[in-house]
T-cell receptor, first 112, second 116 residues
Framework: DQQVKQNSPSLSVQEGRISILNCDYT??????FLWYKKYPAEGPTFLIS?????DKNEDGRFTVFLNKSAKHLSLHIVPSQPGDSAVYFC???????????FGKGTKLTVNP | NAGVMQNPRHLVRRRGQEARLRCSPM?????VYWYRQLPEEGLKFMVY????????ESGMPKERFSAEFPKEGPSILRIQQVVRGDSAAYFC??????????????FGPGTRLTVL
């Protein structure tokens, strides 16, 4: 039972354009959501998070949008840079538990 | 300020041997989490510990796996009698406080376990 889903295993974008990574969840008890970035042979690096009381959070080139009614969130990266090429994981937590539930990841490739 | 440290980075074991994975949290962090990533999968929660206490082990396999976080020293994830299916990347994360702020979980570089 996959509670956090990232349906696109990969995404390819041209440098300078917008990258949009999507994530869906099924558990209505989740009350915070995070995006992590991961390079090969490294641990995940925290990027940005959003609480369920908000619908948008912005940090530089990264913006996360949350649509609670649709149980959907997205990460926008603009403008995309070649250094953004990595696997991006969506994660969710809450409901009285400290654990994070991760999606399977989306591999983003930003072409120069 | 050193980040989360994990060692070894790579560990090779034969079937039936024991694997010990170590995690030193960031300075000032008293909460440790272990996650496992199988090939082509996301990270799966295994266990959450505070000093000398296991808080949530709902993701731990019932047999062969154990974890501890002693008063002194690193957290240890121990896998007894390893099987090929245990081959995975094991990540440790730490956080300074508990509460609904998952962005405080900082991950180490992981230990890649290969079982021959």
């Amino acid at each position: 039972d996959q509670q956090v889903k990232q349906n696109s295993p990969s995404l390819s974008v041209q440098e300078g354009r917008i990258s949009i990574l999507n994530c869906d969840y099924t558990n209505s008890m989740f009350d915070y959501f995070l995006w992590y970035k991961k390079y090969p042979a490294e641990g995940p690096t925290f990027l940005i998070s959003i609480s369920s009381i908000k619908d948008k959070n912005e940090d530089g080139r990264f913006t996360v949008f949350l649509n609670k009614s649709a149980k959907h969130l997205s990460l926008h990266i603009v403008p995309s840079q070649p250094g953004d090429s990595a696997v991006y994981f969506c994660a969710a937590g809450g409901g009285g538990s400290e654990k994070l539930v991760f999606g399977k990841g989306t591999k983003l490739t930003v072409n120069p | 300020n050193a980040g989360v440290m994990q060692n070894p980075r790579h560990l090779v074991r034969r079937r039936g041997q024991e694997a010990r994975l170590r995690c030193s949290p960031m300075k000032g962090h008293s909460h440790v989490y272990w996650y496992r990533q199988l090939p082509e999968e996301g990270l799966k929660f295994m266990v959450y510990l505070q000093k000398e206490n296991i808080i949530d082990e709902s993701g731990m396999p019932k047999e062969r796996f154990s974890a501890e976080f002693p008063k002194e020293g690193p957290s240890i994830l121990r896998i007894q009698q390893v099987v090929r299916g245990d081959s995975a990347a094991y990540f440790c994360a730490s956080s300074p406080t508990s509460g609904p702020r998952g962005d405080t979980q900082y991950f180490g570089p992981g230990t890649r376990l290969t079982v021959l």
